[in-house]
Structure formats: structure tokens, C-alpha cells
């Protein structure tokens, strides 16, 4: 991490933004832009930035960043090095002759850095943060650069209180509105989407963000076309394979119901027996779709009290979770292909003739990207292929003597 006070390596860095002491960013809400290409880095920069006092947006897009610019005076803009359409450090040294007052943040790698020092330092930067980085030291920066001081000296989750003051420091405490949390929470989820390699990973994912907040007590997914069950409940790792005849009657019934819906929705009925759910335990169900068939059918049970905004998280959460578990499947799908490849190319590779034919084939393509003729190979192939007609037939010869010879004894 490269860091630059105000007016020293970087003396240009939007030092017009000012507070007239430290704290008054608790008051005044800091509007921050971050812009990177790769939805899974932005949303991870976004939610490393979404401290209390914060509001930060996102863009994908130099276009996209232009429109948000023009719209809301940010304090802070923070940019991928690597954008699409033009490089993040460009982007930021135009945004210094266009928006002077704005400060500018770059993230990228440390050769860039070296081998851009003087492009860098034209650019005005308030802050350089180095892949790879961690998100307590763009949190670090964003505190020394906009004054906060005690009251943000540790990261909470965000909608919870955080340590109180000491008994000198009167200033109020700051907690974000829950919309403003669950907003957070959002991207933080979706973020974490992009990372999950496995459905059982996604599964865990979501118990662990959701269940403080929306005092979830377990969750059933329904795989739609094995039939099987995943369990997951309080602390305990998923819990796989189950059958759908296993759960009770009441818990197939709320499926029968969830499968009949194409939305989140929350059930009514309660599941109380045998389990000690409380009357302030309803279900709320999701389903997943893929490829535009119905793949999932989740059920959530969840405090009562907190079902409406559950709902309507999980509804703006369905679209990505969707997009997780159908890149999920294609990925496990292509690696079983690889495989099954591999195993009909070594099987071919223990004949002679399978082993000729590959190396021939190999060969082909490299004269060919080569630009070298390929008739002598073409006649190589025929006679390999006549070999093999040779076998093929030895072999019936040798099945059908078999075969005479099993039916003489008889």
C-alpha cells in the first residue's frame, strides 16, 4: 500500500474537500464513486468502503462513471487501473482537469506503479491501493483522508452499535437506516457469489450473512431434478442427499406449496411440531431457475418480524444467485467433460493404433497452423485407418469362432 498525505508526494489530490474537524464526516455523508469493469472487485471495493458516514456507488464503465458524476458531487472517486475502454489512470487525469474539487484513489498492481510513477503523480491521486489488497487498508485510507476519528477506529457490521465513546467524547453514535444496511448487505452477498466455487459454499454463504440479522433458524433446498434434499441449520455444516420422503409432513407440505410459486414468497404456515419453532418463526420460500427451467426450491425459516425485509432482500439477491448456480453447474459440467476426454484419449493411447492415430491428428494441426503440406500425413492417416479396419475385423473373426465354438460344446 502506497499512501500519500495531503499535499506532499501528491499535493494536487482534491485537497479542496475539506472538514472543519475530524468527525464532521459523521454528519456530512461522504459520497464515494468507485468504477472497476469486474463486478466481483467492485462490489468487494464498494463493500469495503460502505463504512458509517459513507455512501458509495458503483459504476462499470467510464460512461457509467460520467453519468453518476454528473449527477452527484462525489468527494472521492476510486478506479480500477484496468477499465475496458480506457486505462483507470487516464480516466483519473482527465477527471483532474474536469472535476478539480473531486479526490482521485487508484487501485492496481506495484509494476504499475513502478513503471508509471511519473503518470501517477500527474494524475493528482489521493491514495494508491495495491492489488492484492485488503479492505482494512482502503478503510484506513478513507478515515486519515476524510478526518473520522474515534468512532471509526474498529469495523462493525454495519445496523449493529458499535463500542460507546469514552465518557470525554460526546459525539453521537452513527448507525446506518436499514435499508442503507441491507443495501450493503446486498452487495456483500453478491460479491461473495462470485467467489463460491461449489452450491454448498453458496448454501453456507447465505446462512452465515443472513442469520444475525434476520434471526434465520434453518434452510431446506429442494434439487428439482436429483429430488434430494440440502439441510442447513445453526452451526452445523450442510447436510446433503436427503430424501424428500424423509422430511416431514409438514415440511413437504410447505414445499408442495413453494414449488406452486415462481416469486419469493412467504408461507403462512407454521412448522412448530417436534422442532420447537416458536409462533414467531415463519417460512419464506425461493425458488432458482436455470436455463429457464426450475432447478432449486429453498425454504427459509426466519424471525416473523424481519419476513417482509428478508423477502424483499431475497428478491433483489435471486438474479445473481441464479447466475452463481448456473455458472456453478456449467463449470462442474465442463470439468466432467475434461475428464471423460482424458479417459477416452488414455484408453485410446494403450493400443498402438489409438496412439498412432492421436499423434497423428496432433500433427496435422501443428502443419497446418504451420502452413507445412500435410499429404504425406494424409497417406499415413489412410494406411493407420486401414490398420484399423484390419483389427476391427480380426476381432469379429475372433468373436464369431468364439461364438461357434460356445455353441459346438453346447
Not at 467510464?62 to 472521492?76: G, Q
Not at 428478508?310 to 453447474?329: D, K, T
Amino acid at each position: 500500500m502506497l499512501k500519500d498525505e495531503a499535499g506532499t508526494s501528491f499535493p494536487d489530490g482534491g485537497s479542496e474537500v475539506r472538514f472543519s474537524e475530524r468527525g464532521d464526516a459523521a454528519r456530512n455523508e461522504v459520497h464515494i464513486l468507485v468504477v472497476d469493469s469486474v463486478i466481483g472487485s467492485r462490489f468487494s471495493l464498494v463493500q469495503a468502503a460502505s463504512q458509517p458516514g459513507f455512501i458509495v456507488d458503483a459504476a462499470a464503465s467510464l460512461d457509467d462513471a460520467l453519468l453518476h458524476l454528473e449527477r452527484i458531487r462525489y468527494a472521492l472517486v476510486i478506479v480500477d487501473h484496468d477499465l475496458q475502454e480506457t486505462s483507470g489512470l487516464d480516466m483519473l487525469s482527465g477527471l483532474r482537469r474536469s472535476h478539480p474539487e473531486v479526490r482521485r484513489a487508484l487501485v492496481t498492481t506495484r509494476d504499475v506503479v513502478e513503471s508509471k510513477r511519473r503518470a501517477i503523480e500527474s494524475a493528482g491521486l489521493s491514495f494508491i491501493l495495491t492489488k492484492p489488497w485488503v479492505p482494512e487498508d482502503l478503510r484506513n485510507n478513507l478515515r486519515d483522508l476524510f478526518g473520522l476519528g474515534v468512532g471509526f477506529t474498529g469495523w462493525q457490521r454495519p445496523g449493529h452499535p458499535s463500542p460507546g465513546p469514552a465518557p470525554s467524547d460526546t459525539r453521537p453514535e452513527v448507525v446506518l437506516e436499514p435499508n442503507r444496511h441491507h443495501e450493503v448487505l446486498l452487495r456483500g452477498l453478491l460479491a461473495g457469489l462470485n467467489s463460491c466455487e461449489s452450491q454448498n459454499e453458496v448454501l453456507e454463504l447465505l446462512h452465515c450473512e443472513l442469520v444475525e440479522d434476520f434471526r434465520l433458524v434453518r434452510w431446506l433446498w429442494l434439487d428439482e431434478e436429483a429430488n434430494r434434499v440440502r439441510s442447513i441449520e445453526g452451526d452445523w455444516p450442510v447436510e446433503g442427499g436427503i430424501r424428500v420422503e424423509a422430511l416431514g409432513e409438514a415440511e413437504q407440505s410447505l414445499l408442495s406449496s413453494a414449488q406452486r410459486s415462481h416469486r419469493v414468497t412467504r408461507l403462512e404456515e407454521i412448522v412448530a411440531a417436534g422442532r420447537g419453532e416458536s409462533e414467531t418463526v415463519c417460512t419464506v420460500s425461493l425458488p432458482i431457475r436455470i436455463s429457464g427451467r426450475r432447478a432449486m426450491t429453498a425454504l427459509v425459516w426466519a424471525d416473523r418480524g424481519s419476513a417482509p425485509e428478508l423477502v424483499s432482500l431475497l428478491r433483489e439477491l435471486q438474479r445473481g444467485l441464479q447466475m452463481a448456480f448456473e455458472r456453478i453447474r456449467e463449470a462442474h459440467q465442463r470439468a466432467a467433460a475434461a475428464r471423460d476426454l482424458a479417459r477416452r484419449v488414455s484408453e485410446e493411447l494403450r493400443t498402438p493404433v489409438g496412439a498412432l492415430s492421436h499423434a497423428i491428428d496432433r500433427l496435422r494441426g501443428e502443419a497446418e497452423r504451420a502452413g507445412i503440406s500435410i499429404e504425406w500425413m494424409d497417406r499415413v492417416s489412410s494406411e493407420s485407418e486401414r490398420v484399423v479396419r484390419v483389427v476391427e475385423h480380426f476381432e469379429g473373426e475372433m468373436l464369431a469362432d468364439q461364438v461357434r465354438s460356445d455353441v459346438a460344446t453346447s
